[in-house]
């Protein structure tokens, strides 16, 4: 108990280490996880306070209070509404004892303190952040076009002219299950498996 103090009042209890693969059955985190819809754990990084479980649809923050309370709140920030921006990696100093991951996800600001003889899986990590942020641009970019696209359809093509046999209404069905369907499928990415694998080694 003492020694969990220590860090607490010490500021290591945040100092996270990089979990492996083997023991990804044993985190807090792996039981929120969708595991029934394909959802896996492709980077763990845990401290003694909290858990930061990069799967391949959502980052899943175990939250704790502090390092010497069991108290846990569990926060889940979906890639697929959650943009990454402002990813950066800050190594250690020579008497630094971690490296800061830092970034941005739907607005809500991650400063994540690591062991500094974690850094090549960080690197890792930092690359399949970037990349995954560039998708999300990417397809934001692609909802604005569709949205343009249906806006100049309904201006060229009048609702009321329709074409005998077709109804007004079926027009609309139409054009609406076009639009929601590149929005919502073709451009909305929610799984980033092929991005974990190509960057995250081991």
């Given at each position: 108990?003492?020694?969990?103090?220590?860090?607490?009042?010490?500021?290591?209890?945040?100092?996270?280490?990089?979990?492996?693969?083997?023991?990804?059955?044993?985190?807090?985190?792996?039981?929120?996880?969708?595991?029934?819809?394909?959802?896996?754990?492709?980077?763990?990084?845990?401290?003694?306070?909290?858990?930061?479980?990069?799967?391949?649809?959502?980052?899943?923050?175990?939250?704790?209070?502090?390092?010497?309370?069991?108290?846990?709140?569990i926060?889940?920030y979906?890639?697929?509404?959650?943009?990454?921006?402002?990813?950066?990696?800050?190594?250690?100093?020579?008497?630094?004892?971690?490296?800061?991951?830092?970034?941005?996800?739907?607005?809500?600001?991650?400063?994540?303190?690591?062991?500094k003889?974690f850094?090549?899986?960080?690197?890792?990590?930092?690359?399949?952040?970037?990349?995954?942020?560039?998708q999300?641009?990417?397809?934001?970019?692609?909802?604005?076009?569709?949205?343009?696209?249906?806006?100049?359809?309904?201006?060229?093509?009048?609702?009321?002219?329709?074409?005998?046999?077709?109804?007004?209404?079926?027009?609309?069905?139409e054009?609406?299950?076009?639009?929601?369907?590149?929005?919502?499928?073709?451009?909305?990415?929610?799984?980033?498996?092929?991005?974990?694998?190509?960057?995250?080694?081991?």
């Amino acid at each position: 108990m003492f020694k969990k103090l220590a860090s607490e009042a010490l500021g290591l209890s945040d100092i996270g280490s990089i979990v492996q693969p083997k023991d990804y059955g044993s985190v807090d985190a792996d039981d929120y996880l969708f595991h029934e819809d394909g959802e896996r754990i492709f980077f763990l990084i845990k401290s003694r306070k909290d858990e930061y479980c990069f799967t391949n649809f959502a980052l899943i923050h175990v939250d704790g209070d502090s390092a010497v309370s069991s108290k846990r709140a569990i926060k889940r920030y979906e890639y697929a509404s959650k943009p990454i921006t402002g990813v950066a990696l800050e190594t250690a100093g020579t008497l630094d004892m971690d490296i800061e991951l830092k970034f941005t996800m739907g607005g809500v600001p991650f400063s994540i303190d690591v062991r500094k003889n974690f850094i090549e899986q960080l690197k890792d990590v930092y690359k399949a952040l970037i990349s995954i942020g560039k998708q999300q641009h990417h397809d934001e970019a692609c909802r604005g076009h569709a949205l343009n696209a249906l806006n100049a359809t309904v201006s060229a093509y009048k609702l009321t002219a329709s074409a005998p046999g077709e109804s007004i209404a079926g027009q609309f069905t139409e054009l609406l299950r076009s639009y929601n369907r590149a929005v919502l499928q073709e451009y909305t990415q929610r799984d980033f498996t092929a991005v974990f694998e190509k960057y995250i080694k081991g």
